[in-house]
């Protein structure tokens, strides 16, 4: 009887012993639990599991409940969070060179997005990040190609089309000026309470890329979509380097490959959804309309050449990413 109490107890205490050997990885992320980019975080979890049996403890915590949107870099870099996916807008507070991934039409496509992030120039750009935000980027992700969405039908065709509509846009000078550029009077408002904002009507409409107007459920408050395609959106699967530094070289390359593996889900997924979605949006009675692209491009392109935004960026920088095929 005694014994047993001695082979309970030592069990115990090395299980507990197990379970805080574990490095905890905690996940904040705005995205909702429907959303692509909410899934993959399981598919690294669990892909963490299988490769590194009881070594990381990941805790995800979606709908922004951990830290709100844009909080995210810095808990990271005070030490309060391990992993994110942070936008190009969150960088570029930080690294203003980083705001050419902000602009509209630079961007072609996924395929172009994957290749810039993943050769010499995502490489460079990493190389700042990690500098000057303490945080490593471990993978890049295809957010979609963000639309214009709103709560009446406009039959919008070009910029001019857009004068005066309140077109919500996350809160910091990059969204903004994207907004902007588009011809609209943006507006401030975190993820969270964009629902509402269109429901009640304080926001005309939103950007943002298909998936997550569905996700979301943007299009049960909403008539028509605008197929501007204004941007290729990226974000970025990121550890703080306190996180980051304190694994051995076969952890990093084990966390790397689930966010690598996590990525590629959230991007296979969003690319098929956005192949398929116009035909629920129709369904569900929106109106989807192709603008006058080439319209909303020169609007958009003309308006950061003359910005300070481009002042920021790297010399050179915009040619490389053009010429990357
Ligand atoms: C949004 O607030 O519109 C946005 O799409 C911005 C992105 O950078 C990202 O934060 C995203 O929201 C969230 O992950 C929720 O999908």
Do not use: C
């Amino acid at each position: 009887m005694k014994l047993n109490r001695l082979f309970l107890a030592i069990s115990l205490v090395s299980s507990m012993a197990l379970a805080q050997a574990q490095t905890v990885l905690r996940v904040s992320t705005p995205a909702v639990p429907d959303d692509w980019h909410a899934k993959m975080w399981t598919v690294m979890k669990d892909d963490l599991a299988k490769s590194a049996p009881k070594q990381f403890d990941v805790q995800i915590n979606l709908n922004a409940s951990l830290f709100k949107q844009g909080a995210e870099p810095a808990a990271m870099a005070r030490g309060n969070l391990e992993l994110s996916a942070i936008s190009a807008q969150d960088i570029a507070k930080i690294v203003p060179e980083y705001s050419i991934f902000t602009a509209g039409y630079i961007i072609r496509d996924p395929a172009h997005l994957n290749k810039v992030h993943s050769g010499p120039i995502g490489a460079e750009m990493a190389k700042l990040v990690s500098e000057k935000m303490d945080i490593t980027i471990l993978a890049p992700l295809y957010l979609g190609t963000r639309q214009v969405n709103l709560r009446e039908v406009k039959s919008v065709r070009t910029p001019a089309d857009l004068k005066g509509v309140k077109l919500r846009m996350p809160g910091s000078k990059e969204w903004l000026f994207l907004g902007e550029s588009l011809g609209a009077t943006p507006t401030p408002l975190a993820f969270g309470e964009v629902y509402l904002g269109l429901k009640t009507g304080t926001i005309d409409g939103q950007d943002n890329p298909l998936p997550t107007v569905k996700s979301a459920k943007f299009y049960e408050v909403t008539k028509e979509i605008v197929m501007t395609s204004h941007l290729v959106d990226g974000i970025f699967i990121s550890i703080s380097n306190k996180a980051w530094n304190a694994m051995n070289a076969d952890q990093k390359a084990k966390v790397k490959a689930a966010a690598i593996k996590a990525a590629k889900y959230n991007d296979e997924n969003r690319i098929k959804d956005e192949s398929t979605l116009v035909d629920f949006f129709k369904k569900e009675g929106l109106m989807v309309i192709t603008p006058d692209v080439p319209a909303f491009r020169t609007a958009v392109q003309a308006a950061y050449q003359k910005s300070d935004i481009s002042q920021a960026w790297p010399k050179g920088m915009l040619e490389r990413i053009n010429a990357t095929k």
